[in-house]
């Protein structure tokens, strides 16, 4: 298989995750099992394969941002690095989904995290840790022993 | 770290910072306060890794100043809402327009925030219908959300049970009120123009943070003045109950008044219809006749000015051995 098939094959996988998120306060064991735990194993083991056969190939390095970018002209490497995305985000857009449901946030407050988590990563982890934030900072004082 | 093997045996209680006595009224409103405030993180990093300029300001300069604008806003209606009529925060109508509330603030946020990122104009940005249709639709959503404080002005000004004192209480729902009905005809008028500067400014001299030019007209300082009625209001109003405290709220304390009575000769009764000299302006307390004459000894030390007072209206006594003019 090439870059562009495997490609094309990590993109609905990834998404089958992240729609079972969306959904989960229906089904929320099965969207564990399936998007915090099966999913990224799958997208991990294609990543460790991927930079198993191509790492040789690859020029660059990480010591500077030019070698950074050198070892994503390399179309496999670029690839584990796309993987890499997918399997991180979905285990974070896991995590969020789980303890938001522990901390008892609203699932209409998690949905522009996981999409923002599925979108720019980051952002939407930030956004749920700012939402954590604010209804920690606002909730009643616990009485003191 | 609340795993149930993690539990340490002696550790002071954690004092957790909270903000729930100053906004726990209205978590709703408050949460998107601090949300938005936290986001002032992302614009003040984006400000500095950020050269774009638009119309001689730094491009991000915009978004901060409406972050904390509406950072305030939320956060101050979510202060006042413990004077909303008990229960009215848990009616599923109070609810709903809570939440179109929010939705406006967070939209207009997302908007302005927007039009950085991409480099181009929120306000006044017109020209092709896509751009129409968006610049209409802000200026719905920034009507739905000044609304809240009309709605709030009401609601407090008639909730006669809200245990402010009366004149902190029409302060208050005067400024709310206010707000809305100031800031809507200027942010309209605002609106219909090309622009909020009244006149071509030719050296561009501006007042330092606001950006208000300093050689045109600029409506933007008419808005400002009118959104923030809902602050100086109630501080006029905090400051006025606090300053006249001894005179108009139930009168002098009882040892000042035997202080003017030796001093002057003249007994001054106690005051009725009040509360008691003493009382805080702002805590919600019933008024019962307790409260207004406490047993001399329950009384903390008054205030220099309750006996200033009492002394003013001594003088001003027909029985007076002291008259107004000898006083000076």
Known sequence: MDADQLFNLSGPIAMTGWALLAVSPLAPRVAQIASGIAIPVILSLAYTVLILVSWSDADGGFDSLANVMKLFDSPMVALAGWVHYLAFDLFVGAWVVRRARRDGVAHILVLPCLLLTFLFGPVGLLLFLAIRAARTLLAPRPIEA | ?328
């Not at chain 2, 009507?143 to 407090?156: E, F, K, P, Q, W």
């Open chain 2, 1 to 328: 770290m609340t795993d149930a093997a993690f539990q340490p045996s002696r550790r002071a209680p954690v004092r957790r910072i909270t903000l729930h006595p100053l906004f726990g009224a209205e978590p709703v409103l408050a949460g998107t306060g601090i949300l938005i405030g936290l986001s002032l993180a992302v614009t003040a990093g984006a400000m500095v890794l950020d050269s774009r300029a638009f119309q001689g300001e730094d491009i991000w300069t915009k978004p901060i100043k409406f972050q904390v604008a509406l950072a305030v806003y939320t956060l101050t209606l979510a202060f006042f809402a413990r004077w909303l009529p008990q229960g009215m925060t848990k009616r599923r109508d109070y609810r709903l327009f809570a939440g179109l509330v929010v939705v406006a603030v967070l939209a207009e946020t997302a908007w302005i925030g927007g039009a950085a990122m991409f480099g181009t104009a929120s306000h006044f940005n017109v020209g092709t219908p896509f751009k129409d249709a968006l610049y209409a639709t802000m200026g719905v959503l920034a009507v739905m959300l000044t609304t809240a404080s009309l709605v709030y002005g009401i609601a407090i000004g008639r909730n006669t049970a809200s245990g402010l004192q009366p004149a902190m209480r029409l302060a208050i729902a005067l400024g709310l009120v206010l707000t809305f009905v100031l800031t809507i005809p200027v942010a309209g008028y605002m609106a219909s123009t090309a622009g909020h500067l009244v006149g071509t400014p030719a050296l561009n001299a501006r007042v330092p943070v606001m950006g208000w030019s300093l050689e045109v007209g600029d409506l933007r300082v008419a808005h400002f003045f009118a959104t923030h009625a809902l602050h100086f209001l109630p501080a006029a109003g905090l400051i006025a109950v606090s300053t006249t405290r001894g005179r108009t709220a139930g009168g002098p304390c009882l040892g000042c008044r035997d202080r003017v009575r030796r001093l002057y000769g003249v007994h001054l009764p106690a005051g009725a219809g009040g509360p008691a000299a003493d009382a805080d302006p702002l805590t919600p307390v019933r008024l019962t006749p307790t409260r207004l004459t406490p047993a001399p000894s329950q009384r903390p030390p008054c205030p220099r000015r309750c006996f200033r007072a009492s002394s003013a209206l001594a003088t001003l006594h027909p029985r007076s051995r002291i008259s107004p003019s000898a006083r000076l």
